[in-house]
């Protein structure tokens, strides 16, 4: 994907942190020179206008939280990357 007959890479990671928020991931990735799509707040505009014609949402899901409750007993929650984010996939093509 890409405007006006350029091409764009992306790259599919995955973070482990031990605490913070995925608001800290946006800041960092930023700061590298590597945005998540369609992040409206740590990116330029014609980049987040390029991203979100096709990705209608910030790509960015935490698909696992673990923890440890009250009870000091380890929880683990998964959760599926959501619908929006699903059907921006196919305009993708692995290299």
Not at 8 to 30: C, D, K, M, P
Not at 43 to 71: E, G, I, K
């Amino acid at each position: 994907n890409g405007s006006a007959g350029t091409t764009s890479f992306f790259s599919l990671v995955a973070f482990r942190i031990a605490t913070g928020r995925r608001h800290q991931i946006r800041v960092h990735t930023a700061y590298i020179g590597h945005p998540t799509v369609s992040d409206c707040k740590y990116t330029d505009l014609p980049t987040f206008l390029s991203d979100n014609s096709w990705c209608p949402q910030n790509f960015l899901h935490r698909y696992r939280v673990a923890f440890a409750d009250v009870a000091s007993v380890s929880q683990e929650v998964l959760a599926p990357l959501p619908p929006g984010l699903v059907a921006a996939l196919p305009g993708l093509q692995p290299l």
